[in-house]
């Protein structure tokens, strides 16, 4: 223990070491602490952190190996699951090439909806089901891979019902305990980093919400980050994913500690994906950060920059390993009611017949009043944010952290040309008790944020998220 402590001592992130030596420190303490047997009468408090990542290729091109992937996996027969307008570009044909050249067989899955919901879900899982794929590849953005994702955890339970794996409180929340076939995600966007997590989201119709599962074992086992697919994507595509990204770093970076989780599980398997911010993820998440705020603009504004697009899939997988890990919090909780209740706002660039809130849109658009909310809970970590996306920190006192932060964050997002808050996206204040009733059971979430929040905060969060600027 001596040894990893001087270890600590020596990073020059003074914030990871003191980080890094308070865990170092609890673990001590508990030396080899047996895990709550749930019997007893105190909630024990969680003490360990398990780091979970899919394997990660990178590199300009690099798709044009997935075919020597299936083979390498012994693959056969392949479920190839996109979406209509990605199956007819390069990303899907490349893939199709590949799987060709090493005489793979499989069949193309391009129905795919944006922004899923339970009743698309069904519909590519009922595919799955009858053609009995011994791999999954999934070719698109993070609607695309969730519903991958989904399609492997339940046509390989083909008794389980939708609910059984959905988290709690919505779902069951059932452990997932057999074994998922092979998956491979190839993202096309950079924003979501679900090709790093094991979590997958969609939209609850009966609930007028989003909900999702979290569990490693839905975590893919390649993900293959090709930054030749990012050339093609519409400028407001770019622009919503890659503030996904960025709520991905500060949410993860801020949310409660997870020395401070209960209940301790009994069990390791139990440990949820999400665990709260932690020595690990901080490094992923702040990097994350870092990249996003010196590259989204020119990303955004300048799709043959290949740099900064390509610095943007980077970003975005590396966001993804942080929050995989740590959770995202309010930001995204309060984000599931605002696309599901969506009336009439169609989002310009997204090929989509029915009105769509894309989900980096729905998560921002609330950034300015949480983040205000979140930072006398922890200001130092929200000053750091505020620094990395380029704020001048000196002298500013902890009780302006949030406001700094929040400053910062409608500035970029003027500049990012983001729609002025939710009356922007056709709601009113008289929305908000619908919204706060679809925030609220979004435990895996907003019980991750670092200050306890209550409805009556959740109705000022969504009235204070009406108009930004």
Sequence with gaps: MSALKNAAIGVRNTNFSRCLLSALQKVSQHGSAPYSSGGGTAVEKEYALEMACSNIRYGAGVTREVGMDCENFGARKVMVVTDKRL???????????????QKIGYQ????????????????????????????????????????????????????????DFVNAPIGKGMPVEHKLKPLIAVPTTAGTGSETTGTTVFDYLPMKAKTGIANRAL?????????????????????????????????????????????????????????????????????????????????????????????????????????????CHLCHGMSYPISGNVGTYMAEGYEQDLPLIPHGLSVVVSAPAV????APACPERHLEAAKALGADVSGVRNEDAGRLLSDVLRKLMSELKVPNGLRALGYKPDCVPTMVAGAMPQHRLIKLSPREVHEDQMAELFENSMTIY
């Design 371 to 374: 983040f205000e909310f979140t």
């Design 219 to 327: 975590r893919p086992d390649l993900g293959i980050v090709d930054p030749d697919h990012l050339i093609t994507a519409p400028e407001r595509v770019t622009c919503y994913t890659g503030i996904d990204v960025l709520c991905h770093a500060i949410e993860s970076y801020t949310a409660k500690p997870y020395t401070e989780r209960t209940p301790r599980p009994a069990n390791p398997k139990l440990r949820p994906s999400y665990q709260g911010c932690n020595p690990i993820s901080d490094i992923w998440s702040l990097f994350a950060l870092n990249l996003t705020s010196k590259y989204i603009k020119r990303a955004t504004f300048n799709a043959d920059d290949y740099e900064a697009r390509s610095a943007m899939h980077l970003a975005s997988t590396y966001a993804g390993i942080g929050f995989g890990n740590a959770g």
């Design 87 to 101: 199956s007819k570009m390069k990303p899907v044909q490349t893939v199709l090439q590949a799987l060709d050249e």
């Design 108 to 163: 193309l899955y391009d129905d795919v909806r944006v922004e899923p919901t339970d009743e698309s879900f069904k519909e590519c899982i009922d595919f799955a089901k009858e053609g009995n794929f011994d791999l999954f590849l999934a070719v698109g953005g993070g609607s695309v891979i969730d519903t991958a994702k989904a399609a492997n955890l339940y046509s390989t339970k083909p008794e389980a019902e939708l609910l």
